[in-house]
């Protein structure tokens, strides 16, 4: 079953996204329900040119909103199968890169402070699943220095550049379902436990902050195609006069024109890419692969 949306829009770089999920079944499988996450999403900028979710075998494909403005595709696969493989394609344009001043001056912490109890941000202002306090955590940002200052922009940027520095980025390390103990005291974990980290401290803070999942062009390949078998994930803190503002600790920089916003949630478990349910199958095997290349300068 194939589900599509096309468009003819203005912007700088497109970038054509090809994500391959393939389950693998040791019995046949039946049944199957699944949530996928996987169309950009068309805000703050960024533009969806084309987008498409293919399967195979195929199955019934309808579109819903989550509460968080994400789009989900409900899959439907009834027959029995071994294999299960989803292709989502996408062209997209980022939104472009914004310049961000040196601070946010006297009154910033007031106005944020304001927010904790409001219930707009309620929901990226306290803890959640995967982004909560904890005595490893408070462990961890003793001894590494990391505490709120006199200016948010600069406390952020400050506590983006210390994960990065602290933490070994080892594939592997960590799974989808670890905690932010693993990280804190192993030093060692992936994009998607730096986020978390991230997120526990800005909220600790009283900073509202988010869970973006998406993708990143790191050029350097020899036919100008990046890929990897992850998305990629960062957070967007929100900021007085600033609105949402992307940290991306994993590689030390504020969130640009190579990231590609998928969703965004309160964590990973809001708004992972695929999820769901099914009927015998036996132990499952996922691969995925994810390619991304520039198409042209307009």
């Known amino acids: ?52 979710i293919e ?18 595709h409900v899959l439907c696969v009834h027959p029995e199968h071994k294999s299960l493989e989803i292709t989502a394609r996408s062209t997209v344009i980022p939104a472009p890169f914004k310049l961000l001043p040196s601070g946010l001056g006297a009154g910033a912490w007031k106005e944020i402070n304001a927010w904790r109890d409001a219930c707009l941000h309620w929901d990226y202002a306290h803890p959640s699943a995967m982004a909560y306090p904890s005595p490893a955590l408070t462990d961890f940002a003793r001894k590494n220095g990391i505490a709120r ?3 948010p922009l600069r406390d952020l940027i400050r506590l983006s550049d210390t994960l990065h520095s602290v933490f070994q980025y080892t594939p592997g390390s960590t799974s989808a379902a670890s905690p932010i103990e693993e990280i804190l005291t192993s030093g060692r974990g992936v994009c998607q436990d730096y986020a ?103």
């Not at 900028?45 to 987008?51: A, E, K, N, S």
């Not at 916003?261 to 999820?275: F, K």
């Open 149 to 151: 200052g006199k200016d």
């Open 55 to 72: 399967t195979r075998p195929p199955g019934s494909l309808s579109a819903e909103t989550d509460p968080f403005g994400n789009t989900r």
């Open 1 to 52: 079953m194939t589900s599509g949306y096309s468009g003819t829009l203005a912007g700088t770089t497109q970038y054509e996204i090809r994500h391959v999920s393939r389950y693998e079944y040791t019995f046949p499988a039946r049944e199957c329900v699944m949530l996928l996450c996987l169309k950009p999403l068309v805000n703050a900028g960024q533009q969806l040119v084309r987008f498409e």
């Open 196 to 298: 978390h980290v991230m997120i526990a401290v800005a909220r600790s803070w009283c900073v509202p902050a988010r869970y973006v999942s998406g993708y990143l062009y790191v050029p350097g390949s020899p036919d100008g195609q990046a890929w990897s078998n992850a998305t990629h994930a960062w957070v967007e803190c929100l900021l007085p006069k600033l609105g949402w503002v992307g940290f991306d600790p994993t590689n030390r920089s504020l969130a640009g024109e190579r990231h590609v916003r998928i969703a965004t949630g309160r964590d990973y478990l809001d708004i992972s890419p695929t999820r769901g349910v099914r009927q015998g199958g036996g132990e499952t095997r996922l691969e995925v692969d994810v390619r991304m290349r520039p198409l042209t300068d307009l």
